[in-house]
Nanobody
Framework: QVQLVESGGGLVQPGGSLRLSCAAS????????MGWYRQAPGKQRELVAT???????NYAASVKGRFTISRDSAKNTVYLQMNGLKPEDTAVYYC?????????WGQGTQVTVSS
């Protein structure tokens, strides 16, 4: 089992920044990749950014150049630095890890971009 706890969401004005954190615990050694997904009201959950154990990253086209995924292996934590936030970035952001043979999800953290 792997447990994921997100933090760092909140209300921010357009153009502002937030950093989300996702701390993993449990069977850390089994994790192959970690990432962030988001779900806006009335929409499907979508990929935001992912990072494999080797450091390979993947970003949604809508966030590329504005968001950065990173990790602190010593703290078993993955971060999502979000700059240049737009109202359309408003969503619940979920941390996910893939620890074969299954995915694990965090509880989600709300990000609201509004003036």
């Amino acid at each position: 089992q792997v447990q994921l706890v997100e933090s760092g969401g909140g209300l921010v004005q357009p153009g502002g920044s937030l950093r989300l954190s996702c701390a993993a615990s449990g069977r850390i050694s089994s994790i192959y990749s970690m990432g962030w997904y988001r779900q806006a009201p009335g929409k499907q959950r979508e990929l935001v950014a992912t990072m494999t154990n080797s450091g390979s990253t993947n970003y949604a086209a809508s966030v590329k150049g504005r968001f950065t995924i990173s990790r602190d292996s010593a703290k078993n934590t993955v971060y999502l630095q979000m700059n240049g936030l737009k109202p359309e970035d408003t969503a619940v952001y979920y941390c996910k890890c893939y620890a074969p043979p299954r995915d694990y999800w965090g509880q989600g953290t709300q990000v609201t971009v509004s003036s």
